[in-house]
């Protein structure tokens, strides 16, 4: 008697929220005067400001300060032999470690 009591008012306390849920204010949607990001990301940006030091800089200042940062990216620098026997040496150091945990 009791437990069907209990799933009684389980099953109205749970109907009784899902009607009060049904019935709050949809708040999903954003403000009339908020800008969709589709239209934002087709807007052209004429102003930009150095990655540097922050100064306001024109678009093409930009895209040739962009380029000069790319260009100095890719330049490979040359490692000395021996660092490049050490780094070997510390990868097969390291792949033994793996099959051979005991070693120091």
Known sequence: ????????SL????LSSSVLSSMAPVLALPPP????????RTEIILEA????????MTAAEYAELQAQL???ARQVG???PRFR???TLLRIRKVLRTILPFLP
């Open 1 to 8: 008697m009791k437990q069907q009591q209990l799933q009684l």
């Open 78 to 80: 040359v490692v000395p």
């Open 49 to 56: 400001r150095s990655p540097i030091d922050g100064e306001p």
């Open 33 to 40: 005067q908020d800008q969709p990001e589709e239209v934002l």
């Open 70 to 72: 790319e260009a100095e």
């Open 85 to 87: 026997e050490i780094v």
């Open 11 to 14: 099953v109205a306390t749970l």
